[in-house]
């Protein structure tokens, strides 16, 4: 069976973890996740980064920090994961969907300048499947409006734009650690920005709102969004051959697409050299069908995310024909770091012969 996704975790992480465990330590958040958080924080060309259980509670831990009032708006792209979307409705703020661009399926600036309002206060923008699309443009139309940028980078460790990693447009950016993602354990997610202060914030939010482990003063308002140095030592590990597992997953994009090319009825989206995938993303008409065939050939597939309009929860949002095209005719491939050649090879045989 070939799954669509599975993590790998490597010699160095099971023997990582194996010498924690046997020294007994506490596993609760300590040395090994301030670690981390540095040595992200390095990787990412960010001046801080806070640890969380998940990138869902990233990007609602900044929401919360940003003091927004009730009726503020959150602009949010159509085609993201759920939780991106679920997150503004937990801070009790007001959804806005925003449509894609044809030519890199992130958030289109020209939709999003027809969706602000004066009521607009936030953009969570989503680097979908690590391109990196119109950040600057984005970005761009944030200033002007004085409207807060947050980047949905679960998908983007490894993909830069003008030589900086993704994730330093705005105030800050979410990143997930969940099993499938480039860097994983098992959950986990983190926060990097660039603002001393918002850090701040952030750290006393996760941590009971306490500024010190152990001394139970409380001046302000904070949750237990603290994560286990396991997990932080798992992660640490993984980081040592970042570059590694970078070129891997571009090659594995790269041969698929070499072998799709020549299928006019298939649409990939070509990753640029500084955009790392984090899976293998195809478009065309009939993907039920094609799942069941690959599944009979012992090939698992997932079908990409569907548009959030599309969900009985979001169902009142009208008018986002590009995102409504692309994600409901499209399937996550195979992709896991250690696929073989072959295999890419024999899935892509099974496509160009069904579609």
Not at 3 to 8: H, N
Not at 75 to 94: D, F, I, P, R
Not at 192 to 197: A, Y
Not at 216 to 235: P, R
Request: hydrophobic content about 35%; overall charge positive.
């Amino acid at each position: 069976m070939i799954y669509q996704i599975k993590p790998v975790i490597g010699k160095l992480a099971k023997k990582n973890i194996i010498k924690y465990i046997k020294n007994d330590n506490w596993i609760t958040e300590f040395k090994h996740t301030s670690i981390f958080e540095k040595k992200f924080s390095k990787f990412t060309n960010s001046k801080h980064c806070i640890a969380f259980p998940n990138g869902t509670l990233t990007m609602y831990a900044i929401l919360k920090c940003l003091n927004l009032r009730k009726n503020s708006e959150v602009l949010v792209s159509n085609y993201t994961m759920v939780a991106t979307a679920n997150v503004v409705k937990m801070a009790g703020l007001k959804l806005r969907l925003v449509d894609i661009s044809e030519y890199d399926l992130c958030m289109s600036p020209k939709d999003l300048l027809k969706k602000i309002s004066k009521n607009t206060k936030v953009v969570i923008y989503t680097q979908m499947n690590g391109r990196v699309g119109q950040i600057n443009e984005i970005s761009k139309i944030c200033k002007k409006r004085k409207i807060h940028l947050i980047e949905d980078s679960a998908h983007a460790i490894g993909s830069f734009y003008k030589r900086k990693h993704i994730g330093n447009s705005g105030i800050a950016s979410s990143f997930s650690f969940s099993m499938p993602k480039l860097i994983t354990m098992g959950q986990g997610g983190a926060i990097i920005t660039n603002n001393k202060l918002f850090a701040k914030k952030l750290r006393l939010f996760k941590n009971f709102g306490r500024k010190t482990d152990g001394i139970d003063v409380h001046n302000y308002l904070g949750y237990n969004f603290k994560i286990t140095d396991l997990q932080s030592i798992l992660a640490t590990s993984q980081l040592k051959n970042i570059k590694e597992r970078i070129k891997l997953k571009k090659e594995i994009f790269q041969r698929y697409l070499n072998n799709l090319k020549g299928n006019k009825k298939i649409k990939m989206i070509p990753m640029k050299s500084y955009e790392t995938p984090w899976s293998v993303d195809i478009y065309f008409k009939g993907t039920k069908k094609v799942k069941k065939i690959l599944k009979k050939n012992n090939v698992l597939t997932r079908y990409v995310y569907p548009p959030l309009n599309s969900q009985k929860i979001y169902k009142n949002f009208k008018g986002l024909p590009v995102s409504n095209e692309y994600c409901k005719n499209g399937l996550w491939l195979p992709s896991s770091l250690d696929i073989k050649a072959k295999d890419i090879d024999r899935i892509c045989s099974i496509l160009n012969k069904y579609i």
